[in-house]
């Protein structure tokens, strides 16, 4: 007897399988049914925040830029050479300094790298009874602070 020829009746449950493919791609598309609403939860309404652009202009408001209004020679003004100044100096490694009152200690490091090539641990300001702002520049262990004040600063 020879074997029977495979039927091509669909399998059994050939329903439920094309029922569960049609089931998967209405998850994949997603069902739009209802949509359901959001609840508010104050009683204030907030404006949405919507799409921002980067700005792209057609020419400058500003034909030139104004000039820096601290610029490192502005930052510090002099260099103090004061009893006190000068032990600070021999003692503590430390230059004093009288800088502009809205430098900050960035500025001024920034001003005693670029003018003087030297590098600060640490700087502390303070600003003295007649308005002037006082900075105290420890510098580093390898730089002394004696041979700066006498061969870039002349005040010793």
Known sequence: MAPKAASK????GGKHNAKASLASKATL??????????????TTFHR???LQ???SPKYPRKSVPHEARLDHHKVLIN??????????IEE?????????VKANKRQIKAA?????????????????PDGSKKAYCRLTPDVDALDIAATKLNIV
């Open 9 to 12: 009746k669909t399998p059994i």
């Open 29 to 42: 598309k997603g069902i739009h049914s209802k949509k359901t609403r959001k609840v508010r939860l104050t």
């Open 48 to 50: 949405p925040k919507t």
């Open 53 to 55: 652009l980067s700005r």
């Open 79 to 88: 260099p103090l050479n004061t009893e006190s100044a000068m032990k600070k």
């Open 92 to 100: 503590n490694n430390t230059l004093v300094f009288v800088c502009d």
């Open 112 to 128: 005693l790298k670029t003018l003087y090539d030297v590098d600060c641990v640490k700087i502390n300001t303070l600003v003295r």
